[in-house]
């Protein structure tokens, strides 16, 4: 059976998924300062991080729109999978229901599922990994679905961020204490919750510490992690992401290891120095 994955652009893709057919990334528009950024292939790191880091202001990210979300899905595959952000921290999985079921207006017969990945960045590019091997071992349509809601309820996010501004001002980190975010240089050691909120799971006076606590928390949870894929995304810090891959790896054993560097939406929250790390 023909299949196309449809994922938002806060999941970051592989290089080789760029020319793959079977992939469709759906951009989310970034503002800075009144000026509109896609998220797309045109999306430049380094001039958006000067952009933020010039800025008194927070940044700001747009959905796409249903209808966006609807052109994906009106293809010629007979099976249509969309993954989203975590529906706890962005409209993107909703805007994609609402384009699936205007799709639906005119197409009943045309198999859909959205994705609430629970996640986000590398989170995501990992669920599109497990459609893509349910798919590639002829598994039915429902029996993929199964499958990888099965495995989005095993992942497991955590994030340690060098500049907490940009998720404070936006008011993702309610409930961190205040003092976290000042000259302290206190690092909060992130994670999601099953629902896909963003929690503080632990703190550490120092980047490095607080890396080396969220290995601890990646070690501790891990279930089954041989056959799973461990994913790390930066943002512009791949020697730190290399670090952090070997301090995990000596503690578990993984199928695989994917490194990427976080697109715009990633870079907008992790900022720069940022790892986000899902298995």
Same mark, same amino acid.
């Given at each position: 059976?023909?299949?196309? !994955?449809?994922?938002?652009?806060?999941?970051?893709?592989?290089?080789?998924?760029?020319?793959?057919?079977?992939?469709?990334?759906?951009?989310?528009?970034?503002? /800075?300062?009144?000026?509109?950024? +896609?998220?797309?292939?045109?999306?430049?790191?380094?001039?958006?991080?000067?952009?933020?880091?010039?800025?008194?202001? =927070?940044?700001?990210?747009?959905?796409?729109?249903?209808?966006?979300?609807?052109?994906?899905?009106?293809?010629? #595959?007979?099976?249509?999978?969309?993954?989203?952000?975590?529906?706890?921290?962005?409209?993107?999985?909703?805007?994609?229901?609402?384009?699936?079921?205007?799709?639906?207006?005119?197409?009943?017969?045309?198999?859909?599922? +959205?994705?609430?990945?629970?996640?986000?960045?590398?989170?995501?590019?990992? !669920?599109?990994?497990?459609?893509?091997?349910?798919?590639?071992?002829?598994?039915?349509?429902?029996?993929?679905?199964?499958?990888?809601?099965?495995?989005?309820?095993?992942?497991?996010?955590?994030? /340690?961020?060098?500049?907490?501004? &940009?998720?404070?001002?936006?008011?993702?980190? =309610?409930?961190?204490? #205040?003092?976290?975010? =000042?000259?302290?240089?206190?690092?909060?050691?992130?994670?999601?919750?099953?629902?896909? &909120?963003?929690?503080?799971?632990?703190?550490?006076?120092? !980047?490095?510490?607080?890396?080396?606590?969220?290995?601890?928390? +990646?070690?501790?949870?891990?279930?089954?992690?041989?056959?799973?894929?461990?994913?790390?995304?930066?943002?512009?810090?791949?020697?730190?992401?290399?670090?952090?891959?070997?301090?995990?790896?000596?503690?578990?054993?993984?199928?695989?290891?994917?490194?990427?560097?976080?697109?715009?939406?990633?870079?907008?929250?992790?900022?720069?120095?940022?790892?986000?790390?899902?298995?």
């Amino acid at each position: 059976m023909s299949y196309k !994955i449809v994922i938002d652009s806060c999941g970051e893709l592989p290089e080789s998924w760029k020319a793959d057919e079977k992939i469709e990334s759906i951009p989310l528009t970034l503002t /800075v300062e009144g000026e509109d950024i +896609v998220d797309d292939e045109t999306f430049e790191q380094s001039s958006f991080l000067a952009k933020v880091a010039a800025s008194p202001e =927070s940044p700001k990210s747009s959905c796409p729109s249903p209808e966006r979300y609807m052109q994906a899905y009106d293809c010629e #595959a007979e099976h249509v999978y969309a993954v989203t952000l975590s529906s706890n921290l962005s409209g993107s999985y909703n805007s994609a229901v609402l384009g699936k079921n205007l799709l639906l207006e005119n197409k009943p017969d045309q198999k859909v599922h +959205v994705f609430d990945s629970r996640s986000a960045s590398v989170g995501e590019t990992l !669920i599109a990994m497990k459609i893509r091997e349910c798919e590639e071992q002829g598994m039915d349509f429902e029996q993929v679905i199964e499958a990888v809601e099965a495995y989005i309820e095993s992942q497991n996010t955590y994030f /340690v961020l060098e500049n907490l501004e &940009t998720l404070r001002k936006n008011g993702r980190l =309610s409930n961190l204490k #205040a003092f976290v975010a =000042s000259a302290l240089k206190i690092k909060p050691v992130m994670g999601s919750t099953p629902e896909g &909120t963003i929690v503080q799971l632990d703190q550490a006076r120092g !980047i490095n510490k607080a890396l080396m606590k969220m290995v601890d928390y +990646v070690a501790e949870k891990a279930v089954g992690s041989e056959d799973k894929v461990l994913a790390i995304s930066h943002c512009n810090c791949n020697a730190r992401a290399e670090i952090v891959k070997e301090a995990i790896l000596e503690r578990i054993s993984v199928k695989d290891v994917v490194i990427l560097d976080t697109a715009g939406v990633s870079t907008m929250y992790a900022n720069d120095g940022g790892v986000i790390v899902v298995l």
